[in-house]
């Protein structure tokens, strides 16, 4: 009555029944499921005396309501139903008669543990978890950018389920991997369980403050239902806006632990650990240094070799320059005729008469990358110019790949016809007092410019100092140029410059690792340009010093295909970490009425553990999400163990102990088997976590291996087979109808992971968008579990049989039987596509004979054979319509789509 007077005449009491923040039960009024697990005794039956406990548990609630258990399955029902169950794909017919014909007593049992042992079954677990992840490799929302390094976090829960990894490692790394360094890279992919739902770019990104606020508490509210649901089986976001109506979660405990989180943000990031990183960067160091040393021992016997050349070439008095680590003569080619630093021609660049041709317009010749860093340096070249009133094109370049720095030979750029060292902002650029050049017909003219660590630069111009040295100061230091991150262009002042090209020719560079001497860019002028040729060079190498050089050649090889590997660090869509920021409640969910601040903290209502988790202030966000992960993980929570053996038993049975799995609060569900959900719970908990342990113990239970015949008795009781006096028939989820009928068909890709397969073709106009195609093609037959999970672009057998959006947490799936179901097979690509192929793979295995062709259709698609009728008829529709037909009929039947 109070009720009905609030609201036909209230008015303002209603107006501040609304606003009234619900009074916060109290934490130590305690959820039923939230109590310590029970060892109750099994049930005194002696005729389970030495079974499975399970059955005991089932048969003791049947025998009180009065309700029979059904018999033991014949054997080509188990092994099918079995396999369905644990792999998603049917057993091919010769599984099945080995199994039929098998003797031994344990052939069940045996079975089962082929199956748990198969990686095909961390396949089919993975597509459960993943549902409850709310795995996507988009962003959704209005854009739905695609997430093209997602997938690794799916090769991480596939391969936990076929390691059976323990289950609290399980839940420590999907909220902390990247903090224990025992998981390492794998580790940080499990993170993205945190970070993998839906993402609202635009409103990340919107201009008002507010905007950007409020998306990051639904964000913040996403992660946290998450973790809540899918681990504690609680809904904490529920305490977002006020104290929880119905659990004792008050909204300080809703924002205490978000502030767990409030470093916490998504992103793609290197899937290495720190210590991987750290014993990484020691070998690429070690890689280095013996890189280094081979190069100086090849230098030193090049050394050798060109004086002993030069010698011979002119009288004993000839000036030898300085030896250079790379050289360019473009004799023949582009090639380094000292090391590897081999150039390309870029644009309409030629080469001609021995030199590098340069128009000034589209052409310039870019080097492989140095295999070492430099800091001092000296670039020289000798070049001739074509135009005297060009401006800023550069003759030799020193740069980083991206332009980001750069040292060169530049023409003109800050002033006319006067030559000067560019770099990025001109850093390290003076002007110099210099004499023009003037005359365009002039002979090549030699240039050089030395750079000292200490930051001393110095031009020159045919041996001499061109203007007066100069020195840098403070940030304008030369800076490192790093390892395969670097090389060199001539003809180009740098990488992205808009007048940076030089109208002219080169006749040679050469690059120095070090800055040379006055004496020294002196003597190499005088020396010329005209060093010895590869040939020379070669015809007056030694045996032994041929043997040297290709041993030294080889090991470099080595080292830098070792140095490659090392530095391919693969990227994860997962989580990436910031400075945590300060937390405070907002009254009502309101981001304009923030309230109290509030520091990490866990729920008071879990007692097998003090609910603060000693954060201090400077701890980092991986550091905050490692102390709750320990929190949740710790074996004394009994739900850590309840809510994960109720959901592998529902993925057996449909339904879980408790129907609500994601909701063991006050508004759940009852438990069905009270004492059992505790029994499987503490088996989950005294065999260390393992869950193949668990899966093992339901599907070996009588009580899963029951016929899917309805007595009387149990329609009568129990119509929902809630007491499991059955087994309960039911529809393939869409994944794994997609699956089979591939399996069966033949043309399933057996590819187990890696990047995904998009079988669409991605197009962007501001959004990001997603046509669909269907291609009999092996990389788009892998198994439905591989395929690219974007929202915006759903198959259509996976979307008809009700997979639900990816972005949306789905701890159970509802089947629901729609004409559009029936239309997609009779019709969907997929299913004609694949019923010609099992019509060509009946016809190749079984032969030209009609009723072979059929008893072989019927036992790969069903796994048994015809009944007489069934033969008959199938036969007339084979002769009538071709083998297509039947296949397409087998496919379209109920009994292919379900479980029994």
């Not at 681990?231 to 405990?253: E, M, Q, V, W, Y």
């Not at 070049?383 to 040292?407: M, N, P, W, Y």
Request: glycine letters at 6%; hydrophobic letters at 40%; a neutral charge.
């Amino acid at each position: 009555m109070r009720w009905f007077f609030v609201l036909m005449g209230g008015g303002g009491l209603f107006a501040a029944l609304l606003a009234a923040e619900p009074a916060p039960r109290s934490t130590t009024d305690p959820l039923p499921l939230a109590a310590p697990l029970r060892n109750d005794p099994l049930p005194k039956r002696p005729a389970t005396d030495g079974a499975n406990p399970i059955d005991a548990w089932i048969r003791d609630r049947l025998d009180r309501e009065g309700i029979p258990a059904n018999p033991r399955a014949d054997r080509v029902t188990l092994i099918r139903r079995v396999t369905l169950d644990l792999h998603g794909l049917p057993p091919t017919p010769e599984e099945v008669a080995e199994f039929v014909a098998d003797p031994r007593a344990d052939a069940y049992e045996r079975l089962v543990d082929r199956l748990l042992a198969s990686p095909r079954f961390g396949e089919r677990m993975a597509r459960h978890w993943l549902d409850l992840a709310r795995f996507t490799e988009s962003d959704g929302f209005e854009r739905d950018r695609p997430r093209t390094n997602a997938w690794p976090y799916r090769d991480y829960v596939i391969a936990a389920f076929n390691d059976d990894r323990p289950y609290p490692q399980f839940v420590r790394e999907q909220i902390a991997g990247d903090m224990l360094p025992e998981s390492g890279a794998q580790g940080i992919a499990a993170t993205a369980f945190l970070a993998t739902g839906a993402y609202d770019e635009v409103a990340h990104a919107a201009a008002s403050q507010s905007v950007r606020n409020l998306a990051r508490q639904d964000e913040l509210e996403e992660m946290l239902a998450t973790v809540g649901q899918t681990f504690l089986g609680l809904t904490i976001n529920c305490a977002r806006c006020h104290n929880h109506k119905f659990d004792p979660i008050s909204i300080r405990d809703y924002y205490a632990l978000q502030s767990v989180f409030a470093g916490t943000r998504r992103g793609d990031r290197p899937m290495q650990s720190i210590r991987d990183g750290a014993t990484r960067q020691q070998e690429l160091l070690r890689i280095d240094r013996e890189l280094q040393q081979v190069a100086e021992e090849t230098r030193r016997v090049q050394t050798v070799i060109e004086q002993r050349v030069r010698r011979s070439m002119t009288t004993p008095t000839v000036e030898l320059g300085p030896l250079p680590i790379a050289r360019w003569n473009f004799d023949h080619d582009a090639r380094d005729q000292i090391g590897t630093l081999h150039g390309t021609l870029m644009g309409q660049a030629k080469l001609a008469n021995g030199r590098l041709i340069l128009d000034g317009k589209s052409s310039w010749l870019q080097t492989a990358k140095l295999p070492k860093p430099l800091r001092e340096q000296t670039l020289e070249a000798w070049a001739a110019i074509d135009r005297l009133d060009q401006r800023g094109g550069g003759v030799l370049t020193l740069e980083k790949i991206d332009g980001s720095q750069f040292h060169s030979i530049v023409y003109g750029e800050r002033q006319p016809s006067v030559w000067m060292l560019g770099s990025e902002f001109f850093r390290r650029t003076r002007d110099v007092v210099a004499k023009p050049e003037s005359d365009a017909a002039a002979p090549l003219i030699h240039l050089a410019v030395t750079i000292h660590a200490n930051g001393t630069v110095t031009l020159y111009r045919n041996g001499q100092r061109y203007g007066e040295p100069y020195r840098l100061l403070g940030e304008a230091l030369p800076p490192t140029f790093p390892a395969e991150m670097t090389h060199l262009l001539m003809g180009k002042r740098h990488t992205g410059a808009g007048n940076g090209l030089f109208a002219g020719s080169i006749d040679e560079a050469r690059l120095y690792d070090r800055a040379l001497s006055a004496e020294e860019v002196a003597t190499s002028f005088r020396a010329g340009n005209r060093l010895p040729s590869a040939e020379q060079l070669a015809a007056a190498t030694t045996a032994d010093e041929k043997q040297a050089l290709a041993r030294f050649a080889t090991r470099t090889q080595q080292l830098t295909q070792q140095r490659d590997l090392l530095k391919t660090v693969p990227t994860v869509f997962a989580v990436v970490s910031v400075s945590p920021l300060e937390t405070r409640i907002l009254r009502r969910g309101a981001i304009d009425k923030p309230d109290a601040v509030v520091t990490p903290r866990a729920l008071p209502l879990l007692g097998h553990r003090p609910p603060e988790l000693d954060v201090t202030p400077e701890m980092t966000d991986g550091q905050r999400r490692l102390k709750l992960a320990e929190w949740i993980s710790d074996e004394r929570n009994p739900l850590l163990w309840r809510v994960m053996a109720n959901r592998v038993w529902q993925w057996h049975f449909g339904a879980g102990i408790v129907a609500s799995s994601s909701d063991f609060g006050r508004m759940g569900e009852p438990p069905s088997h009270p004492e059992l959900l505790d029994w499987l719970a503490g088996e989950l908990r005294r065999s260390g976590g393992s869950l193949k342990s668990l899966h093992r113990q339901i599907v070996t239970s009588q009580t899963y291996q029951q016929t899917a015949t309805e007595s009387p008795q149990a329609r009568a009781k129990d119509a929902e087979n809630r007491l499991l006096s059955r087994f309960r028939p039911h529809r393939l989820e869409g994944e794994a109808v997609r699956d089979c009928i591939l399996a069966v068909s033949g043309r399933l890709d057996a590819t187990r992971g890696g990047p995904s397969m998009q079988p669409f073709q991605i197009e962007q106009f501001n959004a990001f968008f997603y046509r669909m195609f269907e291609k009999d093609e092996p990389q788009w037959n892998r198994r439905s579990i591989y395929r690219m999970q974007v929202i915006s672009a759903r198959e259509p057998v996976l979307e008809t049989f009700d997979c639900p959006e990816p972005s949306v947490r789905t701890p159970r799936r509802v089947p629901t039987t729609t004409p559009l179901q029936a239309l997609e097979l009779m019709n969907g690509a997929l299913v004609q596509q694949q019923s010609k192929r099992l019509a060509e793979r009946i016809a190749r295995e079984a032969g030209p004979t009609p009723r072979e062709q059929v008893r072989r259709a019927f036992a790969l698609a069903l796994n048994r054979l015809p009944s007489d009728a069934e033969q008959t008829q199938a036969e007339t529709l084979l002769k009538t319509h071709g083998g297509h037909a039947l296949a397409w009929a087998l496919f379209n039947s109920s009994e292919f789509l379900t479980v029994r």
